[in-house]
Nanobody, 127 residues
Framework: QVQLVESGGGLVQAGGSLRLSCAAS????????MAWFRQVPGWERESVAV????????YYRDSVKGRFTISRDNAKNTTYLQMNSLKPEDTAVYYC????????????????????WGQGTQVTVSS
């Protein structure tokens, strides 16, 4: 069982930055692929960034490429999402998710592929 706790959300002006953190419980964090999803009320939850276990390969959705960076610190059981040049359309509840251990596909992008979820943290970008 893995428990995930997000932090770092808040209100920021367009063009600003935020860093989200996701702290995971358990001793096998390094065997999980980790992702950040976001959801706006009335819309489907969408993957924003994924980092694989093992090689730490990454995936980003097109709209955040060059602005967001996902990373992980296995020694601290923590995943991060650095968000720069934020835009009003980035406003959403952001969720951390974990897939594994040792998921067959290292960079899962669909929400159904994830077994564990955090409670979510609100990010609001004002124009």
């Amino acid at each position: 069982q893995v428990q995930l706790v997000e932090s770092g959300g808040g209100l920021v002006q367009a063009g600003g930055s935020l860093r989200l953190s996701c702290a995971a419980s358990g001793r096998t964090f390094s065997r999980y692929s980790m992702a950040w999803f976001r959801q706006v009320p009335g819309w489907e939850r969408e993957s924003v960034a994924v980092i694989s276990y093992g090689t730490s390969s990454t995936y980003y959705r097109d709209s955040v490429k060059g602005r967001f960076t996902i990373s992980r610190d296995n020694a601290k059981n923590t995943t991060y999402l650095q968000m720069n040049s934020l835009k009003p359309e980035d406003t959403a509840v952001y969720y951390c998710a974990a897939a594994g251990p040792d998921p067959y596909y290292g960079l899962p992008k669909a929400s159904y592929e994830y077994d564990y979820w955090g409670q979510g943290t609100q990010v609001t970008v004002s124009s």
